[in-house]
Antibody
Framework: QLQLQESGPGLVKPSETLSLTCTVSGGSISTVTYYWGWIRQSPGKGLEWIGSIYYSGTSYYNPSLRSRVTISLDMSKNQFSLNLSSVTAADTAVYYC???????????WGQGTLVTVSS | DIQMTQSPSTLSASVGDRVTITCRASQSISSWLAWYQQKPGKAPKLLIYEASSLESGVPSRFSGSGSGTEFTLTISSLQPDDFATYYCQQYNSYSITFGQGTRLEIK
């Protein structure tokens, strides 16, 4: 059973970089048919895709966030990470990591972690 | 970008009702559509993928249909556990967007 767990600071100051890690257990992030992704949900709002990364390291980002987002893999730790730079209060959200099947759906999710942007 | 529009935004229904939620894409996405259920404080749960395929373990009262730009999620007989928020999600050319959500509430 694949499990994903987000970790990282719960509070980030405005203009700084938000950094989160997703640790995958019960499966390998180097599996050819899988993508890995980040999604966020602002309080009381809907779901927003942030970006995805393939085992090869190829990444795809939401155009609205592309200039500030980097997603990377760490095969040695079976983890993938999210960096979001120059954050503002609008980036306050629950951040989820998830596995993306080859059909494009998110079929395994982490529990989510709340990140608040505030001084 | 492909925009996904769900309707209605809120739906009031009773246990035992048959309900349908619609999702429209701004351009054709073939059958690259998924549906999720989310309860407060929880991660979304995959219900349907590729527009009409039922995820393993999901009750058969959930069904999906459609292709191209128009899709529906149907719950044939609402159970108390089904009151939640539902999202559609498209996958096309490595870009992903979600609908804005449909809140299903008890009448």
């Amino acid at each position: 059973q694949l499990q994903l767990q987000e970790s990282g600071p719960g509070l980030v100051k405005p203009s700084e970089t938000l950094s989160l890690t997703c640790t995958v257990s019960g499966g390998s992030i180097s599996t050819v048919t899988y993508y890995w992704g980040w999604i966020r949900q602002s309080p009381g709002k809907g779901l927003e895709w942030i970006g995805s990364i393939y085992y090869s390291g190829t990444s795809y980002y939401n155009p609205s966030l592309r200039s500030r987002v980097t997603i990377s893999l760490d095969m040695s730790k079976n983890q993938f990470s999210l960096n979001l730079s120059s954050v503002t209060a609008a980036d306050t959200a629950v951040y989820y990591c998830a596995k993306i099947d080859s059909s494009g759906m998110f079929d395994s999710w982490g529990q989510g972690t709340l990140v608040t942007v505030s001084s | 970008d492909i925009q996904m529009t769900q309707s209605p935004s809120t739906l009031s229904a009773s246990v035992g009702d048959r309900v349908t939620i619609t999702c429209r894409a701004s351009q054709s996405i073939s059958s690259w559509l998924a549906w999720y259920q989310q309860k407060p404080g929880k991660a979304p749960k995959l219900l349907i993928y590729e527009a009409s395929s039922l995820e393993s373990g999901v009750p058969s009262r959930f069904s999906g249909s459609g292709s191209g730009t128009e899709f529906t999620l149907t719950i044939s007989s609402l159970q108390p556990d089904d009151f939640a928020t539902y999202y559609c999600q498209q996958y096309n050319s490595y870009s992903i967007t979600f609908g804005q959500g449909t809140r299903l509430e008890i009448k």
